[in-house]
């Protein structure tokens, strides 16, 4: 049993006990340095990584553009997030929260700052009238969903991730106080899929591209090696919506966008254009 911590009576930082993340996780916010954003030729500017928070908007860009949506264009930047480009002054300037992803609309007059993911994906539903219902019933279980998955995630990512794959020691008590939570999340997304195609209902909303990254990608196994740990078989129906919803190429194509870790047949570190995906492949073909 590991010695009991007695907190202290002011706490103090030690940049030590970050772990893994000890060289960018710090108790202040603000710039570390001056680093202006690149800006292509598109009308949306993401800023971004392909972490599950950074991959609902990819898909969401890539689904819009699926639809025909064209003015769904975007450049999408990488944002290294190990390295601390998040603390760079341009990036602060359009998220002072130092988060990916970050999206700069620049489709007006004057250019637009939206930061979180969950507010970016109900700006751009907005903004083309897409994947998210115009009804009021339909459009309140959509959004409601979408901040499920918001208020959620962080148990397990920040909670049950960290301590299950990143801390510097594994502790019984907080893996199995988070594993507990996750599962339970699973059952509560298991039980409406039970029920429901997708996660709001019969259509296909934002809702199932903010849920699908954190938990479709759990339960497929992407997410910390936690799959047999978390008897992730046993969420039948959270299985079923993972695979139809990873059938889909749009979700494929916003799954590489920002990626930088991984196969690099998977990565497509930044998108500039839709020929970016087939140089990929075509690139990939080459090598093999």
Excluded: C
Aim: aromatic share 12%; charged share 25%.
């Amino acid at each position: 049993m590991a010695d009991e911590y007695t907190p202290p009576n002011v706490w103090t930082w030690d940049k030590a006990s970050g772990g893994q993340f000890s060289n960018i996780n710090r108790p202040i916010a603000g710039a570390t340095h001056d680093k202006d954003l690149p800006v292509g030729k598109h009308p949306f500017q993401l800023y971004s990584l392909g972490t599950p928070n950074g991959v609902k908007v990819t898909i969401m860009l890539e689904e819009l553009l699926a639809a025909g949506h064209k003015g769904a264009e975007y450049d999408a930047w990488l944002i290294n997030i190990g390295e601390g480009d998040q603390f760079g002054s341009g990036f602060v300037e359009i998220n002072p929260n130092s988060k990916i992803p970050a999206l700069v609309d620049r489709s007006g007059d004057k250019p637009i700052r939206v930061f979180e993911s969950g507010a970016i994906l109900v700006h751009l539903a907005e903004k083309f009238g897409a994947f998210l219902p115009a009804e009021t019933a339909a459009r309140a279980e959509t959004l409601s969903w979408l901040f499920w998955q918001m208020g959620s995630a962080p148990f397990l990512g920040g909670g049950f991730g960290h301590f299950f794959a990143y801390a510097p020691a594994k502790f019984e008590y907080p893996i199995n106080r988070y594993a507990m939570e996750v599962k339970r999340q699973l059952d509560v997304l298991d039980r409406q899929l039970a029920a429901h195609e997708f996660v709001a209902g019969s259509d296909y909303t934002i809702a199932d591209m903010a849920i699908f990254p954190w938990y479709g990608g759990l339960v497929k196994g992407w997410a910390y090696d936690a799959a047999e740990f978390l008897a992730v078989h046993e969420y039948k129906n959270v299985l079923r919506w993972a695979d139809q919803l990873y059938a889909r190429e749009p979700v494929k194509r916003g799954r590489m966008v920002n990626r930088a870790t991984g196969e690099p047949s998977g990565q497509l570190r930044e998108r500039h254009d839709a020929s970016d995906f087939e140089t990929r492949t075509q690139d990939k073909i080459a090598a093999e």
